[in-house]
């Protein structure tokens, strides 16, 4: 039994600011991160000689900067067991760690959690979105943090919201501008009768900065931002992909690049979570976009928040409400933006995937005749009976069978039970299992 | 200087040699190696780098024979064999009945 | 309450509880020409039909009643292949028993005989003769036994099918708070959407029958956890039957509460997956896993099937069996209470015998002779089973 006061999961900008603050108010923790290192996906530092620093707008850079500090001065009170996924909490509340270091699944006991696993992409199916060369935007930045390098080629990026502008200025910044921007929404006309919105989005001042920025970054390259757009089909053809594009108003367009970045929204990940609870035995809190997705910044105070809120259980007494503002204040951004970006969703054809890992397609779903509630499309249609346990599909099929009458939340493909493992674990990894011993 | 830059570092994906950095994942090099698709998936699908961040499961590959794991989470390390996660047809096939 | 005319003629009749039993039930009458109103709780296959193994399985069972009806539910599962109804769902596959003690060497060898005495194929296995059969076995498996005409169906793949097939009407969340009687004779049941009247009742709830029937105190709930694996290969099943250890044999016989055991089963699904289980934990009816169960029940697989090291565990799940305090099914009229019938009881069984018990108590419930014998399964055995009342 490690003997930590806290155990947090994830160590993204929230889950570092957690075991920060904590740290500060004389609390040790146990940080679980599945990379190879802290930072998660949103802080993912590069390795070799990368040349190219990602363009980062002032603020994030200066806030990631003082967390990376603050946790530096943290690291005694903290124990970091990296290469290890989270995967769920068991009947008897063990949450089980699958540690791919020792080849093995640990647990832990604790009364007090805080759980900063991040988002999961929104990503609409489209035909030939599963072929190789299509990557998430998230996904993209991703490899981009970690080699200091653009992909090679031609570059497209689709769907909608500000993370594609963010990705299109940093690829442009980086000496590889994409083809375009594609963006379902119309976030620059509807500005004119989302006053509101706009006004909201305003009123932050480094969200301002940093759009103008991306601004300036996709002027200078010449990228175009083709609002009112989508992303038809994508097809394999001799050294890249064909993809087809149209327009709200039926024109249509074509692209022959080598990589196709999709990206619509980023979704709290709770998928499997148990909910939040605080009781006088437990607490367990949510902490980052996993929880609401408000963006990095106020990750790390939200990050910070929770670890007072665990605080307070344990005896301590502080006071959260500057934190209390701050992520208030995000919370009228993200809404702002929200609104401005509203596109309605791509209806999938018949041929299109929507469950990835069990190969099935829009015509597969078509083709079940009594399935009337989320249980029986998942076993007997078997969408989301795969590996990513319906993280990619759930809200694709939850629209489908709204189309027949049947209505559920997309979280029910699930189950009703909390179910463990979260993620695929190695089978001799859990038959190896042991409960963790305590850490230095 | 980076020590790391005078050593070839590589793996292999299906005996073909692949270089790549030291702290780097196995997504990250075989994209560098042009290398988008990582063997054959269920219907027909390919398998193939998305979300970086493990949870679409589309990047899985199999080190050294073992349980497939996801190429996007997994750190590339010299000598490593990499196969794709699902094999085509078992190593073995049942014996004859009686 | 409304008054009802008590019907001779069982021409609509409700059916509470969509798991296997209830829509096998509710297939044959529908092909009988009765109408049929189909209640669940939940949906259909949410319980122990959502949650097993399929075996469809002469090898496993205790010798007697209910290996002679597994036999015949078996061959009616055939029938339905061959009429249509089940192509594609049910697969005749051998079982594979295997013994990694003397002791289990013995047990296979008693089941073994009683099954010859039913007429059932058997091939009995050396260890040499097994590995031959299934590559890559453990060198721990001392002996075993071919029993090369069980078959597999996944529960939930036949309620979907037998749904389809019979036209009933399903209700899903409806939950059923009480039977409606009137002058003493049940005459529907009461829902939060009001009451439904019917000709005759016919209780196939699982858990929730106790309540309806009186029988809470005779229903045993038995929590079995499971595992899927993702899939070995992209050529389908990776075995050619599932390997079932004798402990599973044994297991079956022994009730006592507050006991839990390990029942080793792997079973390679059609997918190329596998379902590993199972545990048997008497008086348990949570649906979660724990990691202690779920990694011994790997370790054990692996001993036998090493080549599962290279798998992944995607899921874990629980399903309730429902035991009863003889051990047997519960299967026919209600004692007391006329327009009431009765079927649930299954302990695991209810996947293999759903064919049989659906037909008989078809035939019941429409005053027929039940063209399965299933009077050793009678409610009655346990006395009047008078309601409670709600307070």
Known sequence: ?440 | MNMSDTVALHFYWCSEPVPFRAGETIAAALQRAGRTDVGPAVAGLHGRYFCGIGTCQACLVSIDGASPVEACLTLAQEGMHLAPALLSQLARTPGADA | MPTVAPSNAAARVIVVGAGIVGAAIAFFLTRAGVRVTLLDARWPAAGASGASDGAVSVASKRPGPMMALACEARTFYGQWVEQGIMRDIYHPRPTYLFARTDEEVAVIAHQGSDLMELGERILPLTHAELMQRVPGLGRHVLAGMKVPDDGHALGYQVVDRLLQASGAQVLRNTPVQRLALSDDRVVGVVTPAGTLVADRVVVAAGLGSGVLTGLQDILIPRKGQLIVTDRASLTGAALRGPLMSAGYLAAKRRMVLGQSSISLVIDPLATGQFLIGSSRETGFADRQTDVQTVSTLLREAMAVYPALARQRVIRTFAGIRIGTQDGLPIVGRHPTLPGLFIATGMEGDGICLAPVIGAAVADMVRDQPTRFDVSVLDPGRFGELPLRSAE
């Open chain 1, 1 to 440: 039994m490690t003997h930590a006061d806290v155990l947090v999961i994830g160590a993204g900008p929230a889950g570092l600011a957690a075991v920060a603050e904590l740290a500060r108010l004389g609390l040790t923790s146990l940080l679980v991160e599945q990379r190879d290192q802290v930072g998660g996906a949103i802080y993912r530092r590069h390795a070799g000689n990368g040349n190219h620093v990602l363009l980062l707008p002032e603020h994030h850079r200066r806030r990631r900067d003082g967390l990376m500090q603050a946790y530096t001065q943290a690291q005694e009170r903290v124990t970091a067991l990296t290469a290890s996924v989270f995967i769920g909490v068991d009947r008897d509340g063990r949450f089980l760690i699958d540690n791919r270091r020792l080849g093995r699944v640990q647990s832990v006991r604790s009364k007090a959690v805080i759980l900063a696993v991040g988002t999961v992409e929104r990503v609409l199916p489209r035909e030939g979105w599963e072929l190789p060369g299509v990557v998430s935007a998230g996904g993209m930045q991703v490899q981009f943090k970690e080699t200091g390098q653009t992909p090679k080629g031609k570059i497209l990026l689709a769907g909608s919201g500000p993370l594609l502008l963010a990705l299109a200025a940093q690829l442009a910044a980086a000496g590889n501008p994409p083809l375009a921007v594609l963006e379902r929404a119309q976030p620059l006309a509807s500005a004119w009768w989302q006053g509101r919105a706009v006004f909201n989005v305003l009123r932050s001042w480094p969200h301002v900065q940093e759009a103008a920025l991306y601004g300036r970054e996709l002027w200078r390259a010449r990228v175009p931002y083709l609002t009112g757009w989508q992303v038809q089909s994508v097809q394999t053809v001799a050294d890249g992909l064909r993809i087809d594009a149209r327009h709200s108003s039926g024109l249509a367009r074509q692209y022959a690049v080598q990589h196709l970045a999709l990206h619509d929204g980023v979704l709290p990940n709770m998928t499997g979570l148990p909910g939040a609870a605080q009781s006088a035995d437990n607490c367990i809190v949510y902490a980052g976009d996993c929880r609401e997705v408000l963006g990095a910044d106020a990750a790390i105070d939200d990050g910070s928040r929770a670890a007072q809120q665990v605080a307070r259980f344990l005896g301590q007494r502080c006071d959260s409400t500057p934190l209390d503002q701050a992520i208030a204040a995000a919370q009228r951004t993200q809404a702002a933006l929200a609104q401005l970006f509203q596109a309605a969703p791509v209806a999938p054809t018949a041929n299109t995937v929507v469950c990835r890992c069990e190969g099935l397609r829009r015509s597969d779903f078509d083709r079940l005749q009594v399935a009337g509630s989320a249980h029986e499309l998942r076993l007997v249609g078997r969408f989301a009976m795969g590996a990513c346990q319906g993280r990619f599909c759930a809200h694709t099929v939850s629209a489908l069978a709204h189309e027949y009458g049947v209505d559920f939340d997309p979280a029910a493909l699930n189950g009703d039970v909390p179910r463990w493992p979260l993620r695929p674990v190695s089978l001799a990894a859990l038959a190896a299992y042991s409960e963790l011993e305590s850490v230095e």
